[in-house]
């Protein structure tokens, strides 16, 4: 299987099996003649079926561990030449499948694997999350099939699910039970699992190659598992959904409770307390809500506020840090508003979990200041007790101007700017142009971490363009910057790797094309799908492309393009 795409640990592929090929995800046939499992509705012929599944041993979701342990030692010597799919039965006792599937998978060439017992194991939600995710690490080009209800298609494959056996559903039919987009609680009349399910996989292959796999997923919480499954893989195993994650281009949309713990938000979170340095120059922060409207600076509301700054400050307004307060993630930095791609259902009403989540990033986003910053915070609402919890976690003191009616009413604009006015900054040309040059260093601090910026535009760099913004360092293009959307060169990306140490993957053969998994000695792990990386040999930046498997994933794969080489040295 050759990875094409990602969205999560869901993935599109193609499959090739001798002279046939095939998209993922997708239905598959299982030719069960010659195991233990045959199906009491299976076909007469078997001849057109792309998968054989190897004998093995029925081993149940319950099974103790002592049967486990018989069963698998019987395994080990079978057999397998001959077959291309490995039954593994998802099992409660979950680390006795580890070992078994490494040894087996490592000394036999397999193209799938076969999850038995998964309409079990979905009612033990962490299980299930366990399970998937043990196998799906252990080779990125095995195709996972399992036997699950089209209604579970959408989150089966945004984990990891690639294809799904249907003989089961034929007793749907046989019951005269039809799929409704509202299965399993409304039921047509009629016989229509193969081809609902059919519909149903051209939905995800459509969503995942859009980008809206996770929007799809949580339109469709069919059954408690569903909820709880998500759930668990939120907020237990977001390591896994967040690698596999794509970067963030598009804007995001948050419908529902179960937006706020997206990957994409943890590693917003992770970022901001990783990667997000104050400017130098800082010396007062500034906290402020979020707008509607994105980027922040062209709404009405900021510009409002900028204008009150300009009143109060004047040219000290270059000594100004600004925060923005937000949901569900957290902090914003103003030179990051430009990567704040999100829109989210306003009530006026938060969550604790959204309030104390924003509220501990803020303070240990305010460690990062001088202790004797001046902090005002110019908020209503919920903002304020973000604020004011984040003041008391961080120890830090916070001055909040008199709002009424809202944040950009006339008596709260000249609370602000009265506030403002009592701090004597004053800014000059150089602030200005160090602000400037910030505004774009930091962007490249969030794509590949801090210190990146500087090496990209140091203090002697140039900036030549008006709105698509080129970078230079002693005559040589670094990079370009507009509204937040970067590019590198490789003489840029010799300075990041040699800043930071990030986002490169060695090979040791000359670059001609792209980069295939087959030729990763070493990769990244930081990296992740959608990311600008360095192809580096002999210590050199020979080349820079664009990722489209995760660091790790490109070590372990062995098919398919790992880097889409864009630029060559």
């Given at each position: 299987?050759?990875?094409?795409?990602?969205?999560?640990?869901?993935?599109?592929?193609?499959?090739?099996?001798?002279?046939k090929?095939?998209?993922?995800?997708?239905?598959?046939?299982?030719?069960?003649?010659?195991?233990?499992?045959?199906?009491h509705?299976?076909?007469?012929?078997?001849?057109?079926?792309?998968f054989?599944?190897?004998?093995?041993?029925?081993?149940?979701?319950?099974?103790?561990?002592?049967?486990?342990?018989?069963?698998?030692?019987?395994?080990?010597?079978?057999?397998?030449?001959?077959?291309?799919?490995?039954?593994?039965?998802?099992?409660?006792?979950?680390?006795?499948?580890?070992?078994?599937?490494e040894?087996?998978?490592?000394?036999n060439?397999?193209?799938?694997?076969?999850?038995?017992?998964?309409?079990?194991?979905?009612?033990?939600?962490?299980?299930?999350?366990?399970?998937?995710?043990?196998?799906?690490?252990v080779?990125?080009?095995?195709?996972?099939?399992?036997?699950?209800?089209?209604?579970?298609?959408?989150?089966?494959?945004?984990?990891?699910?690639?294809?799904?056996?249907?003989?089961?559903?034929?007793?749907?039919?046989?019951?005269?039970?039809g799929?409704?987009?509202?299965?399993?609680?409304?039921?047509?009349?009629?016989?229509?699992?193969?081809?609902?399910?059919?519909?149903?996989?051209?939905?995800?292959?459509?969503?995942?190659?859009?980008?809206?796999?996770?929007?799809?997923?949580?339109?469709?919480?069919?059954?408690?598992?569903?909820?709880?499954?998500?759930?668990?893989?939120?907020?237990?195993?977001?390591?896994?959904?967040?690698?596999?994650?794509?970067?963030?281009?598009?804007?995001?949309?948050?419908?529902?409770?179960?937006?706020?713990?997206?990957?994409?938000?943890?590693?917003?979170?992770?970022?901001?307390?990783?990667?997000?340095?104050?400017?130098?120059?800082?010396?007062?922060?500034?906290?402020?809500?979020?707008?509607?409207?994105?980027?922040?600076?062209f709404?009405?509301?900021?510009?409002?506020?900028?204008?009150?700054?300009?009143?109060?400050?004047?040219?000290?307004?270059?000594?100004?840090?600004?925060?923005?307060?937000?949901?569900?993630?957290?902090?914003?930095?103003?030179e990051?508003?430009?990567?704040?791609?999100?829109?989210?259902?306003?009530?006026?009403?938060?969550?604790?979990?959204?309030?104390?989540?924003?509220?501990?990033?803020?303070?240990?986003?305010?460690?990062?200041y001088?202790?004797?910053?001046?902090i005002i915070?110019?908020l209503?609402?919920?903002?304020?007790?973000?604020?004011?919890?984040?003041?008391?976690?961080?120890?830090?003191?916070?001055?909040?101007?008199?709002?009424?009616n809202?944040?950009?009413?006339?008596?709260?604009?000249?609370?602000?700017?009265?506030?403002?006015?009592?701090?004597?900054?004053?800014?000059t040309?150089?602030?200005?142009?160090y602000?400037?040059?910030?505004?774009?260093?930091?962007?490249?601090?969030?794509?590949?971490?801090?210190?990146?910026?500087?090496?990209?535009?140091?203090?002697?760099?140039?900036?030549?363009?008006?709105r698509?913004?080129?970078?230079f360092?002693?005559?040589?293009q670094?990079?370009?910057?507009?509204?937040?959307?970067?590019?590198?060169?490789?003489?840029?990306?010799?300075?990041?790797?040699?800043?930071t140490?990030?986002?490169?993957?060695?090979?040791?053969?000359?670059?001609?094309?792209?980069?295939?998994?087959?030729?990763?000695?070493?990769?990244d792990?930081?990296?992740?799908?959608?990311?600008?990386?360095?192809?580096?040999?002999?210590?050199?930046?020979?080349?820079?492309?664009?990722?489209?498997?995760?660091?790790?994933?490109?070590?372990?794969?062995?098919?398919?393009?790992?880097?889409?080489?864009?630029?060559?040295?």
């Amino acid at each position: 299987m050759e990875i094409l795409r990602h969205e999560g640990p869901g993935r599109l592929g193609l499959v090739r099996l001798e002279e046939k090929s095939f998209r993922t995800p997708a239905l598959a046939g299982l030719d069960f003649t010659l195991s233990p499992f045959n199906s009491h509705f299976h076909p007469k012929d078997f001849s057109g079926y792309d998968f054989n599944l190897a004998p093995s041993i029925p081993i149940s979701f319950y099974t103790p561990p002592e049967v486990i342990e018989k069963a698998f030692g019987r395994l080990y010597g079978a057999d397998y030449s001959g077959f291309n799919t490995l039954y593994v039965p998802m099992l409660r006792h979950v680390e006795y499948l580890k070992e078994f599937v490494e040894n087996v998978l490592e000394t036999n060439k397999f193209d799938a694997v076969y999850l038995g017992n998964s309409k079990v194991a979905v009612k033990d939600y962490r299980r299930f999350l366990q399970n998937l995710r043990l196998i799906r690490e252990v080779n990125p080009n095995i195709m996972i099939i399992t036997d699950l209800e089209p209604f579970f298609y959408p989150l089966a494959v945004y984990l990891g699910v690639d294809a799904f056996d249907t003989r089961s559903l034929k007793l749907y039919d046989f019951h005269k039970k039809g799929f409704t987009p509202y299965s399993p609680l409304l039921w047509e009349e009629k016989a229509n699992s193969i081809e609902y399910a059919q519909k149903t996989i051209a939905l995800v292959r459509k969503a995942l190659e859009r980008g809206k796999l996770r929007y799809l997923v949580e339109n469709f919480f069919h059954t408690q598992s569903h909820a709880g499954i998500l759930r668990i893989a939120d907020r237990e195993h977001w390591d896994y959904l967040e690698k596999y994650t794509p970067i963030q281009k598009e804007t995001v949309y948050f419908i529902s409770d179960a937006s706020i713990n997206r990957p994409e938000v943890r590693r917003w979170h992770s970022r901001v307390g990783e990667r997000f340095l104050p400017p130098g120059n800082t010396e007062l922060l500034l906290l402020l809500p979020c707008s509607a409207k994105k980027p922040y600076s062209f709404s009405r509301s900021h510009i409002l506020y900028r204008k009150a700054a300009k009143e109060a400050l004047g040219s000290g307004i270059y000594r100004v840090h600004e925060l923005i307060l937000t949901s569900p993630f957290g902090v914003v930095p103003r030179e990051w508003e430009w990567l704040a791609k999100y829109d989210i259902v306003v009530t006026g009403h938060w969550s604790e979990e959204e309030i104390n989540s924003a509220a501990e990033l803020l303070a240990k986003s305010l460690e990062k200041y001088p202790p004797d910053t001046p902090i005002i915070a110019h908020l209503d609402e919920a903002y304020v007790e973000i604020a004011e919890r984040a003041a008391e976690m961080s120890g830090r003191e916070i001055v909040f101007t008199r709002v009424e009616n809202g944040t950009t009413s006339r008596e709260s604009l000249k609370s602000l700017t009265e506030m403002l006015g009592e701090f004597e900054l004053e800014g000059t040309k150089e602030d200005r142009t160090y602000r400037f040059m910030e505004n774009i260093r930091k962007v490249f601090d969030f794509y590949f971490g801090a210190g990146a910026g500087e090496a990209v535009l140091p203090g002697d760099g140039q900036v030549r363009g008006s709105r698509m913004l080129r970078i230079f360092v002693n005559g040589r293009q670094t990079g370009t910057f507009r509204e937040g959307v970067i590019s590198v060169t490789p003489f840029g990306m010799q300075r990041i790797y040699e800043a930071t140490g990030a986002y490169w993957v060695k090979v040791d053969f000359e670059l001609r094309g792209d980069v295939f998994a087959v030729g990763v000695d070493e990769a990244d792990e930081r990296i992740r799908p959608g990311d600008i990386v360095g192809i580096v040999r002999d210590g050199e930046v020979v080349g820079v492309g664009r990722a489209l498997l995760s660091g790790e994933e490109m070590v372990r794969a062995r098919r398919g393009v790992a880097v889409k080489v864009r630029k060559r040295a």
